[in-house]
């Protein structure tokens, strides 16, 4: 409860704030966009991780103002890059299962301007676990929007491949997890991504795999023909400020 009270008061006073981790092409090494995520500094208790801020955030509305905030400043950040250059924000199941979502969305992209199809809204598999209809009417509109979605933490969960059938994806992220063991024998992490990747492509979409820190790694997901790589081996998420100034020395 006292966080949820620091999480409001934050956020009406600036301190919540985004910060951008670039997603880079691995053909030629360009930053082709950047996934926003939350940084908490909290006064007295630190910085706190949206890890245990936004669980907290979900067991009450204040999840809906905390994803309205999240894109709208990731939207406006957008607009002083490259206009290649794509923003992806996550949304929390339950704010996706919020009827109001899709016009939110719709109005933040009208506010700001930005071309929607440089938004893309990373979901996890949980939102499927919501209301049938409601889901579907959401995916229906937002697809209408033109912004694109990517399913985020793939292989996690339950992975039914039943969503992938149905849900208008345009990418899936793959989880860190497998990329944390693939370079270690008698793993299976490594054909899973290999095979993810594979799937992936057959459907049409876009993959990019997560989580990236060391070159070995780097090594054989690039040799497993991942196209888009985000992870510590390249950056970790940074503020607007240190996004502009490397744009500004060329990107
Ligand atoms: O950035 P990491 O840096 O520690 O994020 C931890 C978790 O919090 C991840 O699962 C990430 O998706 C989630 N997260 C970070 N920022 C946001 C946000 O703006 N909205 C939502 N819904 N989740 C976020
Ligand atoms: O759940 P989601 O995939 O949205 O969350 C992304 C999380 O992964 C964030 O917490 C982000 O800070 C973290 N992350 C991104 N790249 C790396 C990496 O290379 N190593 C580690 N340990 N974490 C990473
Ligand atoms: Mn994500
Ligand atoms: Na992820």
């Not at 009450?60 to 400043?73: K, P, V």
């Given at each position: ?12 006073t600036?301190?919540?704030?985004m ?28 910085n ?11 067991e ?14 990731a ?32 109005q ?66 793959v ?47 690039t040799?497993?023909g ?26």
């Open positions: 409860q006292e966080l949820l009270d620091d999480m409001r008061e934050a956020l009406a600036g301190g919540m704030e910060h951008y981790q670039p997603v880079v092409r691995t053909k030629d090494n360009m930053v082709v966009g950047f996934e926003a995520l939350m940084r908490w500094e909290h006064p007295e208790r630190g706190v991780s949206p890890g245990v801020f936004i669980p907290a955030a979900e009450s509305d204040l999840i809906n103002q905390l994803g309205e905030f999240a894109l709208r400043r939207c406006e950040d957008a607009l002083a890059w490259p206009e290649t250059v794509r923003i992806a924000v996550n949304v929390s199941a339950k704010q996706f299962a919020n009827k109001g979502f899709p016009a939110i969305v719709s933040v992209l009208e506010d700001t301007g930005i071309a929607p199809d440089r938004v893309e809204l990373e979901l996890t598999e949980t939102v499927f676990m919501g209301d049938v209809d409601v889901t579907d009417e959401t995916f229906r509109i937002l697809k209408g929007l033109g912004v694109r979605l990517a399913l985020d933490d793939f292989g996690t969960g339950y992975s039914s491949l039943s969503y992938l059938r149905s849900a208008p994806f345009d990418k899936i992220k989880d860190k997890s497998f990329v944390d063991t693939c370079t270690q024998k008698n793993e299976n992490s490594a054909k899973i991504i290999t095979a993810i990747i594979g799937l992936s492509k057959a459907l049409g979409m876009d993959t990019t795999v997560e989580g990236v820190e060391a070159f070995d790694q780097f090594d054989l997901v040799e497993k991942a196209e888009y790589i985000q992870g510590w081996i390249y950056s970790k998420a940074r503020p607007q400020a240190d996004i502009l100034e490397y744009i500004a020395n060329g990107g």
